[in-house]
């Protein structure tokens, strides 16, 4: 190789070289963006899903602390009135039969907004409790497995119960099913929970890019936040059914 040629050669390797370097910090500067990027997305959802709970935490606290002991005062003030005629004593009983459904329903939104199971009694006990609650309303029937001892901390179990609800519910109003199943399983390091409905389904890749809803995206976003994944399959006819992998 003559001289010519080798420094022909050195200059074709240096801007080779010059080349490589700077779409390798262009590739390194994306991955950094993209990252960072991840991160914030992350913090806002995480920020909102916490001003969420932190509302509803105050909500149901109004609810049970406040309301409630206000309607059974009122209960015992109507029950205490002295009245022999039959049509006041009617319209007493009638009023006070009223009260306690509306007490009921309270303590129902109550429990809904913050279970306090859950706080006490941990995922499962809370699950079931839910469940039971729900059981054959609606004319669906809720099968719930779980095998094995559950112990996440309280900020995975408050997203999962969630995930759950929001299953239940889309479920009684969209899928017309007279069926669903939950399953939660642990697997090495990962959590897997798995529901299927026996439901009308949907075209879920449709159903995503034309109109999310705000039922999908809770479901999205409360997954994504536990660094989770979930997965869905959905056909018309065919049923629906989630599986929701969350690393441990």
């Known amino acids: 190789m003559d001289t ?11 801007v080779v070289s010059v080349v490589g370097i700077t779409l390798l910090y262009f590739i390194i500067t994306i ?5 960072r990027s991840l991160k914030l997305h992350k913090e806002k959802i995480q920020a909102e899903i916490d001003t969420l709970e ?21 209960k015992l003030q109507i029950n205490s009135l002295n009245t022999t005629d039959p049509d006041d004593e009617a319209v007493i009983s009638k009023s006070s039969t009223h009260l306690d459904s509306i007490i009921r329903k309270l303590r129902e939104i109550s429990n809904n907004l913050m279970p306090n199971t859950l706080v006490r009694k941990g995922l499962q006990k809370a699950i079931t ?7 054959n309303v609606y004319g669906l029937e809720i099968r719930f497995i779980c095998e094995q001892e559950i112990h996440l901390n309280q900020y995975k179990e408050v997203n999962i119960y969630r995930i759950i609800q929001e299953i239940l519910h889309n479920t009684i109003k969209h899928a017309q099913a007279t069926l669903l199943i939950v399953k939660i399983v642990t697997e090495g390091n990962r959590l897997l929970l798995m529901t299927a409905d026996n439901g009308k389904g949907f075209d879920y890749f449709t159903k995503v890019k034309d ?12 997954t994504e936040v536990m660094g989770g994944e979930l997965t869905c399959h959905s056909e018309p006819g065919k049923g629906t059914t989630y599986t929701i992998e969350i690393p441990l």
């Open 54 to 74: 932190k509302e509803r935490r105050r909500i149901a606290s109004d609810l049970h602390d406040e309301l409630g002991p206000l309607l059974s005062a009122v």
């Open 4 to 14: 010519q040629e080798k420094e022909l050669y050195q200059s074709l390797l240096i």
């Open 211 to 222: 109109n999310p809803g705000l039922g999908l995206r809770n479901l999205q976003s409360r």
């Open 31 to 35: 991955i950094r963006y993209q990252r």
């Open 129 to 135: 409790e839910f469940i039971d609650n729900n059981r």
